[in-house]
């Protein structure tokens, strides 16, 4: 009896534990279908029926295979369809959260790494046209001769020669930053997957918005299956051991025992006394078919021919023509 007491409180346990598995799981699902639903709608009304409508497909994919495990065939089947069609819309539910989260969190991861770009007064396109006047300008001053020492035409020349490198060196930083904001640029875009997803989307040789969406629906498929299972589980009914006829067998077997003890003494004297043993059933078989072979003559009473009838051993046969010598009358 205690071993069963015993088991019945391993198997309360194991099935408070599954319901509390079960709870945990429903309960994660309906944050997933709250949060959800309140991605998706715009107003508070809409975001009102987005959560109403996610939690009640959560909650009817989790509990209606329970429901009905005891309902008639066809009922079983109109369920098991309408089961499916909760299983997909709450993992579309979910998904579409897991897909939300991620792209939030890689806007936040690019944010964090964002770099600001000096703002610069003219672009790269103006300071190269005038570059292009001042070294046109520059080669005109370079093909005027003067018959004479001209200072102005020197002082021109150098003047130019300067003004344009300074346009070389203005470009020369405009590319730089332009070079930094894009490598920026394609760092954020990095930053935006996954840092799981991109390998694996290397690895596979997948689109990281593929890998992603796969990601969201094995999730969604995983929580769904674990929560339908559980309840699946825990609503089984309790089987128990049948204590009490367990008990009044062990007391039949007491009041046997005790009436044992009370028996009287002549009885319990008797049941002590030696039983002659009977002869074996075999044996006296053996005798009379021997006895009756040799009335009638298929077998002479001798030691080698009751062997050879009889398939016995010789000390055997030599017992057996005893017994039947002393049968004969004289």
């Known amino acids: 009896m205690t ?8 198997g309360d346990v194991a099935r ?3 319901m509390g598995l079960a709870a945990a799981a429903t309960g994660t699902a309906l944050a997933l279908s709250v949060l959800s639903g309140w991605q998706r709608g ?4 809409e975001r009102g029926i987005w959560i109403a409508l996610g939690a009640v ?7 209606l295979p329970a429901l009905v495990r005891g309902a008639s065939r066809p ?3 109109v369920a098991f369809v309408l089961w499916i069609a909760c299983l997909a819309s709450a993992g579309y539910g979910h998904a579409s959260f897991f897909l939300l989260a991620q792209q939030h969190a890689g806007e936040l991861r690019a944010r964090s790494t964002a770099v600001d770009s000096p703002a610069t007064a003219r672009t790269l396109p103006a300071v190269m046209l005038d570059r292009v006047a001042v070294v046109r300008q520059l080669g005109e001053a370079l093909v005027q001769r003067c018959a004479r020492a001209c200072p102005a035409l020197e002082a021109r020349r150098a003047t130019l020669a300067a003004q344009r490198d300074a346009l ?5 930083e405009l590319r730089r930053d332009r070079a930094d904001a894009d490598a920026a640029a394609v760092q954020r875009v990095a930053l935006r997957a996954d840092p799981v997803t991109s390998r694996l989307s290397g690895l596979f040789a997948a689109p990281v918005a593929r890998v992603d969406l796969l990601i969201g629906l094995m999730l969604a498929a995983m929580l769904e299956g674990v ?4 309840w699946t589980v825990a609503s089984r009914p309790a089987t128990r051991p049948a204590v009490s006829q367990v008990a009044v067998s062990r007391a039949k077997v007491a009041a046997r025992r005790k009436s044992g003890e009370a028996a009287p003494l002549a009885i319990r004297t008797a049941a002590r006394e030696p039983v002659t043993p009977r002869p074996p059933a075999r044996d006296v078989d053996e005798a009379a078919r021997l006895a009756h072979d040799v009335k009638v003559g298929h077998v002479r009473p001798t030691v080698a021919e009751i062997r050879r009838h009889l398939r016995c051993s010789q000390a055997r046969a030599i017992a057996l023509r005893r017994e039947l010598v002393g049968s004969i009358p004289a």
């Open 75 to 77: 009922v079983r089947a």
């Open 227 to 230: 929560a339908c299972l559980l």
């Open 16 to 18: 408070w534990a599954c």
């Open 42 to 45: 715009g107003t508070s009304a």
């Open 57 to 63: 497909l959560v909650i009817s994919a989790h509990l």
């Open 3 to 10: 071993v069963e007491i015993e088991e019945g409180a391993a």
């Open 168 to 172: 070389d060196a203005e470009a020369d």
